[in-house]
T-cell receptor, first 115, second 113 residues
Framework: AQKVTQAQTEISVVEKEDVTLDCVYE???????LFWYKQPPSGELVFLIR??????QNEISGRYSWNFQKSTSSFNFTITASQVVDSAVYFC????????????FGKGTSLLVTP | DAGITQSPRYKITETGRQVTLMCHQT?????MFWYRQDLGHGLRLIYY???????DKGEVPDGYVVSRSKTENFPLTLESATRSQTSVYFC????????????FGQGTRLTVV
C-alpha cells in the first residue's frame, strides 16, 4: 500500500503564482519523519526539509513554506511567487520504525513554472 | 572530493549479463541505500545497509545483490540483467537512517537491451 500519496502528478503555473504541493502520508508509528526533496531537470536529488512527528510547527525558508498537520496526516509544501527555476519534480517521503526508517517516497509532483 | 559518488553514470548492457553499479561516500555515514527511479513509480528502495556487513531488503530486491565490506562502499549487482531493470539507480547515505536527511549520488542510468 502506498504510504505517501502525492495526488498531483503534474502542476503548471505561471511565474509569480503561488503553488501548493500536497502530501498525505499513512503510518501507525507515533515517531516518524517527513521529508521533501527536489529533483530539477538535471536529475540530482536535493534535500529541502525534514520534520519529525513531534514538531508540528510550520516552517518557512525564503519563498518555501511547509505545513505539517498530524490531524490530516498531511505535509504540504508551498512555493510563494514561483520562479522558472522552481521547475522540478518534488518528492515527499516518510521514514518510520515500521519499515526500518528507510525513506519511503511518494511518486512525485512535476512542477512546471512558465514565464 | 567529499560526498557521494556513483559510477558509472551511464551504462548499457545486454540481457543476461552481470553488471555492478558502484557507490562510494566519504562522510563515514552508517547508512547507505539503493533506490531505483522509474516513471510513475517515484523512487523505490532496493536494499539498504545499516553498517558494514549488515544489509537488508527494501521494497524491490529481486534480481539484485548488495554487499558492504567497507563502510564507504555499497555496490549493487544485477546478477542477470533483465529489461525490466532498465532504470535510473540512486545511491544515498545518511548518518542516522530516516532521522537525518539522506544525501544522494548523481544517479546511474542503466539500459538493458
Amino acid at each position: 500500500a502506498q504510504k505517501v500519496t502525492q495526488a498531483q502528478t503534474e502542476i503548471s503555473v505561471v511565474e509569480k503564482e503561488d503553488v501548493t504541493l500536497d502530501c498525505v502520508y499513512e503510518t501507525r508509528d507515533t515517531t516518524y519523519y517527513l521529508f521533501w526533496y527536489k529533483q530539477p531537470p538535471s536529475g540530482e536529488l536535493v534535500f529541502l526539509i525534514r520534520r519529525n512527528s513531534f514538531d508540528e510547527q510550520n516552517e518557512i525558508s525564503g519563498r518555501y513554506s511547509w505545513n505539517f498537520q498530524k490531524s490530516t496526516s498531511s505535509f504540504n509544501f508551498t512555493i510563494t511567487a514561483s520562479q522558472v527555476v522552481d521547475s522540478a519534480v518534488y518528492f515527499c517521503a516518510l521514514s518510520e520504525a515500521d519499515s526500518g526508517y528507510a525513506l519511503n517516497f511518494g511518486k512525485g509532483t512535476s512542477l512546471l513554472v512558465t514565464p | 572530493d567529499a560526498g557521494i559518488t556513483q559510477s558509472p553514470r551511464y551504462k548499457i548492457t545486454e540481457t543476461g549479463r552481470q553488471v555492478t553499479l558502484m557507490c562510494h561516500q566519504t562522510w563515514s555515514h552508517s547508512y547507505m541505500f539503493w533506490y531505483r527511479q522509474d516513471l510513475g513509480h517515484g523512487l523505490r528502495l532496493i536494499y539498504y545497509s545499516a553498517a558494514a556487513d549488515i544489509t537488508d531488503k527494501g521494497e524491490v530486491p529481486d534480481g539484485y545483490v548488495v554487499s558492504r565490506s567497507k563502510t564507504e562502499n555499497f555496490p549493487l549487482t544485477l546478477e542477470s540483467a533483465t529489461r525490466s531493470q532498465t532504470s535510473v539507480y540512486f545511491c544515498a547515505s545518511s548518518g542516522l537512517q530516516g532521522i537525518t536527511e539522506a544525501f544522494f549520488g548523481q544517479g546511474t542510468r542503466l539500459t538493458v537491451v
